[in-house]
Every structure is written in structure tokens, then in C-alpha cells.
């Protein structure tokens, strides 16, 4: 059974970093059919995917267009982790963010979700 | 951007049938994925490539995907499907949502 745990803080300033990091159990993050992402969702903006780290003999990494200027995902395999970190956040980066595994058991689908982390970006 | 377009909200009474359509350019030559997010979840995956189910996922949900729409079926609705649904596709490396669907069982 894979299971999600996701840490980091709640509150972020604006223009400051907002940093959450995603722990793995039942799977490891450089497996060669699976890939890390992280998605937010907010009353304004509803599910929005982010990004993915992903291992297939190298590492690789896709950014949506819109934050990709200002986001990194990065996979740690000592601590069999991944992490997210989006730069000078404003209130509209506000969400519940959630990491997620795609599987290529379903094709890329996500079959586990971390519980979601709502991130608030207030001074 | 790739845009994935859904009803905002669909009723259906109990034992009935609710379809919930997707719409974006050229979607039926993808693959979709189908989530159900219920109230304070995460989301749970229930239909992978247009329309296979993961194991556990009743048999009343279905998918299928034609031209530039894909559709969700939950046939015999019950209680417990009132949720809401979101559509998932990718442009080329980028994954997008739909703008989701909250099914009410009346």
C-alpha cells in the first residue's frame, strides 16, 4: 500500500518561498514506472497540475506554463522524497496542495494522493 | 493552454442515470482519466484511458470519449456518488483538469 505524507507549513509570506515536501512509503521516488507530482486546488483556479519528477535512467521534470518560471520539483532518493518549492508567491498561489503518484499501471492516472496541504499566503 | 470544459453541476435521482461530459479540442484522440473528490478528500481516481476502472471501482461508472468529449456514466446513481468529478487529460507534457462537476443525488 503506497501511502503520501506531506509536510510544510501552512502560512507564507508574500514574495517569500513556499517549500513542501512529499514522503513516500510502499513505493520508491526513482522507480521506473511511476511518476511524483504536485497539484493545487482552489475555489478560483479548481485543480490545477504543477509539475513531476520522474526517473527513467535519468531524471526528468515538467512544469506548467504558468508557474515554471517560478517552480521547482526535486526528488530526494536518500530520504525517498520529493519536494516542492514555488518562488515569490502572491495570495493567488493560495491552495490546498496535494502530491500525487502516477502509475504506469493506469497509464499515467494518479492512484495515490497525499491528504493535501493548505498553503494561505498572507502577510 | 489546453482548456477541459464541464457542466458545473448535474442532478439525478436515485437508481438513475448521471453522464457528465468533458469537452476540449480534439479530446477524443486522448486519454482521459476521471477523478471523485467527496467533501474535505482527496481526490480518488475511478476511470483510466477513456474507460477502464482501477480495481474497487463499482461497475455503474463508465467512460468513453468521442470526438471532442468524454463522458462519465454512473448508471444506477447511489447517495454515495454524490461528489464531485473532474476530468483529467495531458497536452503533450502538461497535465490538465477540468473545471469539474458536483453530481447531486436528489
Known amino acids: 500500500q503506497v501511502q503520501l505524507q506531506q509536510s510544510g507549513p501552512g502560512l507564507v509570506k508574500p514574495s517569500q518561498t513556499l517549500s513542501l515536501t512529499c514522503d513516500i512509503s510502499?513505493?520508491?521516488?526513482?522507480?521506473?514506472?511511476?511518476?511524483w507530482h504536485w497539484i493545487r486546488q482552489s475555489p478560483s483556479r479548481g485543480l490545477e497540475w504543477l509539475g513531476r519528477?520522474?526517473?527513467?535512467?535519468?531524471?526528468?521534470?515538467d512544469y506548467v506554463v504558468s508557474v515554471k518560471s517560478r517552480i521547482t520539483i526535486n526528488a530526494d532518493t536518500s530520504k525517498n522524497q520529493f519536494s516542492l518549492q514555488l518562488n515569490s508567491v502572491t495570495p493567488e498561489d493560495t491552495a490546498v496542495y496535494y502530491c500525487?503518484?502516477?502509475?504506469?499501471?493506469?497509464?499515467?492516472?494518479?492512484?495515490?494522493w497525499g491528504l493535501g496541504t493548505l498553503v494561505t499566503v498572507s502577510s | 493552454s489546453y482548456e477541459l470544459t464541464q457542466p458545473p453541476s448535474v442532478s439525478v435521482s436515485p437508481g438513475q442515470t448521471a453522464s457528465i461530459t468533458c469537452s476540449g479540442d480534439r479530446l477524443g484522440d486522448k486519454d482521459t482519466w476521471w477523478y471523485q473528490q467527496k467533501p474535505g478528500q482527496s481526490p480518488v481516481l475511478v476511470i483510466?484511458?477513456?474507460?477502464y476502472r482501477p480495481p474497487g471501482i463499482p461497475e455503474r461508472f463508465s467512460g468513453s470519449n468521442s470526438g471532442n468529449t468524454a463522458t462519465l456514466t454512473i448508471s444506477g446513481t447511489q447517495p454515495m456518488d454524490e461528489a464531485d468529478y473532474y476530468c483529467?487529460?495531458?497536452?503533450?507534457?502538461?497535465?490538465?483538469f477540468g473545471t469539474g462537476t458536483k453530481v447531486t443525488v436528489l
Open positions: 483510466y484511458q477513456k474507460s
Open positions: 510502499g513505493d520508491t521516488v526513482s522507480s521506473n514506472s511511476a511518476a
Open positions: 519528477t520522474y526517473y527513467r535512467y535519468k531524471w526528468y521534470n
Open positions: 483529467q487529460a495531458w497536452d503533450s507534457t502538461t497535465g490538465v
Open positions: 500525487a503518484r502516477g502509475t504506469g499501471r493506469y497509464a499515467g492516472g494518479f492512484d495515490y
